[in-house]
C-alpha cells in the first residue's frame, strides 16, 4: 500500500519560500531565535570620563555596532561618568538604551545581563567591574578593543577566562600573548570609537557659518602636552604634577613647531583654512598659545582658533564638514576615518600604544613618532598632502575604513556567539 501523500497548503509553501529568499537575500543565518523568545541582554561597561570627547566616544561606537550587528539584544551601559551632558546626549541617540549606577540596579543588572562586554579604553579600565562579573555570575564575558600596557597574574586570569580578548593595536596583543594570556580569541579589534555616529548638525552649521568655514575648505588640528594635565580641570581636583609640568613645557615648541609649519603650508599653497580645535578640555589654551599666537601675520588671517570645550556630537559634525585633520591626539583621528575622513596621527613616547593601530589598519604612512626628527620633518608635507592629493587621500582613507568595518563584523560575531545567537555571514 501507497503511503499517502502530506498536503502542504499553496499559502504555507509560498511564506516558507519568500522567508527561505529574504534571509538569503539578506546575508544572514537562517537560525535564529523564535519571535516569541525573550530579548537577549548585554552589559556594556564603558563611559570612563567625558571631559575629553574621544573617551566620550568609546561607548556610542560599540553600542552603535551592537545596534547593528545584534538587534536581538538589550543593552545596560554601566558607566564610570556621563555628566556634563553625555547622558542626555547617549539616550537621544539611543532611546532605549538603560544606564545603571545606583547598587540596586547594578545588581539587577548583573543578574539579568546574559554577556558582560567591556568597551574600549586605555587598558582594562572596569577589570575590577568584569572579576566581579565573572565571580558572581559565572556568565561569558568579553573585552572590546582596549589598550593593554601591563599585566598582573590576576588580570591575565581574568582576561584567560573571557570569550574574547580584543586589543586595538598590535603592540597590545603581542604583550598579552607573552605574558601567557589564554582566551580562546585573542585578536585586533578596533578601538570601538571607529563606530560613533553622533552628530549634532546645527551646532557644527551655526559655528562654521559664524567663523567662515566652508565645507570641505578646511582642516582640523589639535594639538597636546606630552601628559594631559588634569591639574588644571576643576573637576578631576587633583593637585599639580610638578614632574609631568615641567616636561610638558620643556617640550611643547618641540611638538607644537611640526603643527604650526603644517599650518603655514596648507595657508600659503591651498585655498583652505585651518580649525584648531580641541579633543579634550584643557587644549582650547595650548591651541592658542603654542599654535594660533604663534603663526604669522599673513597665515592668521586664514586660521580659526576654537576657544570653547565641545562634546563629540558637535565635534563629529565638524569633522564631517572638514577636508580631513591632523595634530597630536588619537580619538579625534579614529572617528573621523570611521565617517570617511583622512586624518593624521602624530605621537610620543609617554603615549600608550594606541598610536600603533594605524599601522595595523593599513595607515602606517600617517604615523609619525614626533620623537624622530626624520618623521617630524616630514610631517607638514604629509599633512599638505591631505589637500593636494586629494584622490589617493580618500582611497586610502576608504581602504582603512573598509578595513575597520570587517573586523567590527566578526568582532560582533563573537558577541552573538557568547549570547547563544546565530552568528550573522
Known sequence: MSKPKSRVSRRTFLQAGAAG???????????????????????????????NIGDIAHTPGVLRL????????????????????VREMLLARFPKLQIVKAEGEVKRALAESDF????????????????????????????????????????NELLTGANFVYCRDSKSLELIKKEGVKSPI??????????TDLRNDAAADAFLTSNDLERGKFLCVIPRYRYTPYWLIPSKKRALDEKKHARNMAMREHDCAPLRAAIEKVVRETDHKVLICPEDQTQMAIGREMLYDK???????????????????????????????FGLEMHTPIMCIGNGVPAIVGRFAEQTTKGFMWQDIGLGDWLFDMDQA??????????LSLVKDREQTMAMTKKAGDFVKQRQRATMNEVRRGLGLAVNI
Open 186 to 195: 585573542m585578536e585586533f579589534g578596533p578601538d570601538g570609537a571607529f563606530a
Open 66 to 85: 551592537l545596534e547593528e550587528h545584534v538587534p536581538e539584544a538589550d543593552v545596560a551601559l554601566w558607566p564610570s561618568s556621563v555628566d556634563n551632558g
Open 21 to 51: 529568499t529574504a534571509a538569503i537575500a539578506g546575508g544572514a543565518s537562517l537560525l535564529r531565535a523564535a519571535p516569541d523568545a525573550p530579548r537577549k541582554k548585554v552589559l556594556l561597561r564603558s563611559s570612563w570620563q567625558t571631559v
Open 374 to 383: 626624520e618623521q617630524a620633518a616630514k610631517y607638514p608635507a604629509t599633512v
Open 295 to 325: 603663526l604669522p601675520a599673513d597665515v592668521k588671517p586664514r586660521v580659526v582658533w576654537r576657544e570653547n570645550y565641545w562634546l563629540t556630537d558637535e565635534a563629529l559634525s565638524t569633522y564631517v564638514r572638514s577636508a580631513g585633520m
Open 116 to 155: 558582560f562586554l567591556h568597551g574600549s579604553g586605555p587598558s582594562v579600565v572596569g577589570a575590577k567591574e568584569m572579576a566581579r562579573w565573572a565571580r558572581e555570575t559565572k556568565k561569558p564575558y568579553g573585552v572590546y578593543g582596549v589598550t593593554i600596557g601591563g599585566s598582573s597574574p590576576e588580570l
